[in-house]
């Protein structure tokens, strides 16, 4: 951890924190990020430190190096982004599905993933095949849903999981005698 010199930058100390951590959470060395983010590896140091602050233009090039936007590194947490109360849930539905949704993640820009919790009525068509770029991931809170994945079927009940690219085709139903629900994690991306 740095300890804050006299007359720091509070600002640019946060700043250069959050920077290493994150570079070292992606186990990448200062000079991997200088390079990518096209910035000299003793600058990134000064910046990890708080002893200088990255012009836009430098902390845009260190957002990509390390896989991020630079909303990451400006915006700070709040409750309107980072939480979702149990009481604020809305379904909704589509026209063309008997399913009803409600995201259990605020719709802020720049996520990399969304959830949300769905409920499967009983005895309705399993969904249209799709494919998209990303993953999925789906968890069986209550009832039976069936998988589709490029042609093979997997019978989920409650408790189980599944975590698939969502690359390859896939479709679900609930084929079960109850509602299901089930929580779908996945790249954000219209339903």
Do not use: C
Request: hydrophobic share 40%; proline share 4%.
């Amino acid at each position: 951890m740095v300890s804050r010199s006299e007359g720091q930058d509070p600002a640019a100390l946060a700043l250069g924190e959050k920077i290493r951590a994150l570079r070292q959470r992606l186990n990448q060395t200062l000079e991997q990020t200088a390079t990518v983010a096209g910035i000299s590896k003793p600058f990134l140091s000064q910046v990890e430190r708080g002893l200088a602050s990255p012009s836009l233009t430098s902390l845009s090039g260190i957002a990509r190096a390390l896989g991020v936007t630079m909303q990451y590194f400006v915006e700070t947490p709040s409750e309107e982004r980072s939480v979702k109360r149990g009481d604020q849930l809305e379904f909704f539905g589509f026209a063309d599905s008997a399913n009803l949704f409600a995201r259990l993640t605020n719709t802020a820009g720049g996520r990399q993933l969304e959830s949300i919790l769905v409920r499967l009525p009983v005895g309705k068509p399993r969904s249209e095949v799709t494919t998209h770029a990303g993953e999925e991931f789906l968890y069986v809170i209550d009832g039976e849903v069936s998988l589709e994945l490029e042609g093979k079927e997997f019978v989920l009940h409650r408790g189980d999981s599944a975590h698939y690219q969502s690359t390859v085709p896939h479709s679900w139903s609930n084929n079960g005698s109850r509602e299901a629900v089930v929580i779908w994690v996945g790249t954000p991306r219209l339903f």
